[in-house]
């Protein structure tokens, strides 16, 4: 895919070439990162998100009340890493370094942030990976999470599909020259699993508990049957059982989901969430324990309602708080800064950008949250964005975020350049 205005990151030439395909764990560069700037789309009008611009506050509220913050400036964009294998998951490793995986090849790579280099993790766990996860379609290695006590307890959970279905497993990972994957125990089993559908993401919330997004794997009841995994957002302890306080006592947090493949938290631990719609509506929802968010009888608001009765769609299911047109942004996933949720489009090929209004100090965390008109930055410049988190190496300001994307060019749905598939560090001005 060639890329207007941006410098070319050529491949490095690798040495006994021979040699490199025959050893396991070997190591590659990528090369010193490049920065360039990127162009700002506007977001789209009628085809596009239905959410309302907070006002400013109105009679009798204080001056202090939180605001919507404004349209933020043209990204620049850094090319961090280069020739991944159809990256998926990421999360932030001491050091400046980063764990990528990569769906496929079922592989799990170190990448240092400031070199571009890129190292494979070995040991008994990744042999066990590449040998018994199953890739076929969106399916294979999908999301990685670090325990919040990684640096004592080296722990590292994976999202799987396997012959018997999607798992979620846990490894001891050792980091050093030479990385190693302990072996796996799999901690959350009988997960839904299909060419497409499967979800896959995984984050440790502020609680402390991990949070597990499931897709429906092509069966809309999945979703609805409180009796399955599919189609759900699951909140679980390490060893994989319902987290204490669960609404429903069982591994469910929420349900009627089709395929949520991004989620995160604001500062006052407000949870969002995006979703793949079907053929009409794309979500950004915000997520309240126990409630049902629609799928399959819903997609999109209840006043869009898709699927077996649109005309009277249960009162309480719950309401995305942005949608769109499934050609602007089937959105994989997703961060929250301090001023916005930026959520990856794959086929969009956009990073959308949500302002988020400030929760009012002392509301609950599921008082629905006030966002503003999203605005469409990237489009099309680095083709399908996959993942998206806050760069854990850019100290936060005021009035930037800083961000690391991944792109998702080698998944077989688009276009590759020579370099894809892509790390990048994306900063967006202004944006507080």
Not at 105 to 116: F, H, P, T, Y
Not at 145 to 158: E, K, M, Q, T
Request: charged share 15%; proline share 8%; net charge negative.
């Amino acid at each position: 895919m060639a890329h207007p205005g941006r410098s070319s990151v050529p491949r490095l030439a690798a040495v006994g070439a021979a040699a490199a395909l025959a050893l396991a764990g070997c190591t590659g560069s990528s090369p010193a990162p490049s920065s360039v700037s990127s162009t700002t789309a506007p977001a789209t009008t009628a085809d596009s998100p239905t959410a309302p611009v907070a006002s400013p506050g109105t009679e009798g509220t204080s001056s202090s009340v939180p605001t919507v913050p404004p349209e933020a400036g043209t990204p620049t964009v850094t090319v961090l890493a280069t020739h991944l294998d159809t990256p998926w998951g990421l999360a932030a490793l001491p050091g400046g370094t980063v764990l990528v995986t990569e769906r496929d090849q079922a592989r799990v790579v170190v990448v240092d942030l400031a070199s571009g280099k890129q190292t494979d993790v070995g040991g008994a766990g990744a042999d066990e990976l590449r040998s018994s996860t199953v890739h076929a379609g969106e399916s294979g290695l999908l999301g990685v999470a670090l325990s919040p006590s990684f640096a004592s307890d080296g722990r590292v959970f994976l999202y799987r599909t396997t012959a018997q279905g999607n798992e979620v497993v846990r490894a001891r990972l050792t980091l050093g020259s030479s990385p190693s994957l302990g072996e796996l125990t799999a901690v959350v089993t009988g997960i839904p699993s299909a060419q497409v559908h499967n979800g896959g993401r995984l984050a440790f919330g502020p609680d402390g508990d991990l949070y597990v997004t499931t897709g429906d794997a092509t069966a809309g009841t999945h979703a609805q049957d409180p009796d399955s995994l599919g189609g759900k957002i699951l909140r679980v302890t390490q060893d994989g059982k319902a987290a204490p306080d669960n609404p429903s006592g069982t591994r469910v947090w929420t349900l009627g989901h089709r395929n949520v493949q991004g989620i995160g938290w604001d500062a006052s631990q407000r949870m969002f969430a995006s979703e793949f719609g079907q053929d009409t509506w794309d979500e950004l929802n915000q997520v309240v324990p126990g409630k049902n968010y629609g799928w399959p009888e819903v997609e999109g608001k209840r006043a869009d309602g898709a699927g077996t009765d649109p005309a009277n769609p249960p009162a309480d299911y719950q309401d995305p708080l942005v949608t769109w047109r499934t050609s602007d942004a089937s959105p994989s996933g997703l961060a929250v800064s301090d001023s916005a949720v930026y959520l990856t489009g794959l086929r969009g090929e956009t990073l959308w950008r949500v302002p988020l209004q400030p929760a009012v100090a002392g509301t609950s965390t599921s008082a629905r949250a006030t966002v503003g008109t999203p605005q469409r930055l990237l489009h099309g410049a680095d083709g399908r964005l996959r993942t998206v988190m806050l760069d854990p190496t850019v100290e936060d300001t005021p009035t930037t975020d800083t961000l690391l994307v991944l792109t998702s060019n080698t998944d077989g749905r688009g276009n590759p350049g020579s370099d894809d598939d892509r790390l990048l560090r994306v900063t967006v001005p202004n944006a507080g």
